[in-house]
């Protein structure tokens, strides 16, 4: 997070206190999708705010150099702001932006890799080398698993919903915008059936009650849906659940009914075991043409419409004829490795996960291909432990690693790999300029950018870059 130390000491002569009421015009938008207005030269962070309102504000918190204020009434709004067409927007942690007209949020994301491949990777100029950003047509129900947790409000009524930001309050919503519209029939349903059989949510204070999260996969191209409980126990301690088979199997698309028993004192919403009540173990949905099987704890991209504009765009930077050796490090359930298989001689692909790699040996099975070969391990110690072994120079290497970037040690061994082209898919558009900056240093070269936007109105920017080695002189 950056912070201006301009407002250093400036505490001492204005005394702020918490509660204390101020009036802001938000200046700059933080990479959390926080405003920031300055009182004098002091900042303060404010949530749901969007640059250009002008604000009042109540005093939360006060640093040394910053502070944080809460949004009490916009009194002049910013010519970018929309009302959230979500009643619930503020007080929900998922989406963070949506008071940000949808161009300008494309506009945002589009900014924050180009400023950080400049300031952060030193590549001056690098709008020159990206493409417009790829936002969605209709922003809205895009994402295809949710996950519900389930308890009860002051009122001791029942609701399912999302938990407000950094906090495990409910905040009660079955009709989120970003999520299929079938959620909601799922949800009446299973807390229809929880009041009738009187069975109790769970009760993260005490570890007492049953239900902890009501999770559901919907398939894109299949419409398949998999609604899966998380309990506080198996699943025949859930009274009735063959009733509720019967009943969420009227909904179309309905293909599995799972229990995942969750029955730790833990944050992790899934816990090691299923059993699958009703139906298949998973559900089945494409991207482009390849058939992917989901499992209730498989990895799944979240945006399908969005990931196959991502991979498309990763097979376009890959430029494949049908000769090549591929790597795909942090290969999770091998979705990229499978997308890029069919044009490929061989792609070997890496993941740290286990239960990861078998979906992704699986997949490769379902989808006839016999030319990628998945390893289980850390990518910064398999790839150099194969290249020490074979020699082999790869054509291309795909990387597509979680926020942290790659490591320096995976990064030295791509050099010396020295393949033609490295196409990297980042989450993170610090780490991925940092990376980028050590890759064409000497012998790679920026070719392309392109900034996909996978998750419309939270603060999640998702890049994919082509990278071409250098001819030598
Ligand atoms: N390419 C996949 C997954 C990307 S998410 C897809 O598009 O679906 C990043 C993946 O990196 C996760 O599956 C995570 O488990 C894996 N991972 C994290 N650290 C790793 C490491 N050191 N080596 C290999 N894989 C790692």
New binding site residues.
């Given amino acids: 997070m950056k912070t201006d130390n301009r407002g250093a000491g400036l505490k001492d002569k204005i005394h702020f206190k918490k509660n204390q009421d101020l009036h802001l015009t938000i200046e700059d938008f933080t990479r959390e999708g926080e405003g920031l207005g300055k009182y004098h030269a002091f900042p303060f962070f404010v949530k749901d705010t969007v640059i250009g309102d002008v604000v009042a504000v109540t005093v939360t918190k006060v640093k040394k150099n910053y502070g944080y204020a809460r949004l009490k009434e916009v009194l002049v709004p910013s010519p970018d702001r929309v009302d959230p067409p979500c009643p619930v927007a503020r007080q929900c942690g998922g989406c963070k932006i949506q008071q940000l007209a949808y161009d300008r949020q494309l506009e945002y994301k589009f900014d924050l890799v180009k400023s950080c491949l400049e300031r952060i990777g030193g590549f001056a100029g690098a709008d020159r080398l990206m493409e417009p950003i790829y936002g969605m047509e209709d922003p809205w129900h895009y994402r295809n698993k949710a996950q519900f947790p389930v308890g009860r409000d002051r009122q001791g009524r029942l609701v399912a919903g999302f938990y407000a930001g950094r906090t495990h309050t409910i905040v009660a919503n079955r009709d989120c915008l970003i999520q299929a519209p079938v959620n909601r029939e799922i949800l009446d349903l299973v807390l229809m059936h929880m009041e009738k059989y009187k069975i109790e949510p769970y009760h993260e204070t005490g570890h007492t009650g049953l239900v902890r999260h009501i999770l559901t996969r919907v398939g894109y191209h299949t419409g398949q849906i998999m609604v899966c409980l998380v309990l506080n126990g198996k699943a025949d301690s859930f009274a009735g659940i063959k009733k509720l088979a019967r009943d969420l199997a009227g909904i179309e698309g309905m293909t599995s009914l799972v229990v995942n028993s969750n029955m730790e004192r833990t944050n992790r919403i899934l816990g090691p075991a299923c059993q699958t009540v009703w139906g298949q173990d998973y559900i089945e949905d494409y991207i482009g043409e390849v058939k992917y099987q989901i499992g209730p704890l498989s990895?799944?991209?979240v945006n399908p419409r969005q990931t196959e504009v991502l991979y498309g765009k990763a097979l376009e930077y890959a430029d494949l004829s049908g000769h090549e050796t591929v790597w795909?490090?942090?290969?999770?359930?091998g979705?990229?490795s499978l997308f890029l298989a069919g044009r490929a001689r061989k792609v070997y692909g890496?993941?740290?996960?286990e239960a990861?790699v078998e979906d992704a040996r699986r997949n490769a099975a379902v989808n006839g291909f016999e030319n990628v070969e998945f390893f289980a391990?850390?990518?910064?110690e398999v790839v150099p432990a194969h290249f020490e072994k074979t020699g082999d120079h790869p054509d291309v290497i795909v990387v597509?690693?979680?926020r942290k970037g790659c490591?320096s040690r995976l990064l030295e061994t791509m050099l010396a790999m020295a393949p033609e082209k490295i196409v990297y898919?980042s989450c993170d558009p610090g780490t991925l300029a940092r990376d980028l900056k050590i890759l064409c240093f000497k012998d790679y070269e920026l070719k392309k950018v392109t900034v996909v936007d996978q998750f419309a109105h939270s603060c999640h920017v998702e890049t994919v870059v082509r990278l071409d080695r250098r001819s030598l002189p």
């Fill in positions: 990895f799944f991209q795909d490090l942090y290969c999770g359930i979705t990229i890496v993941e740290i996960v990861a391990g850390k990518a910064e597509d690693p979680p490591d898919v």
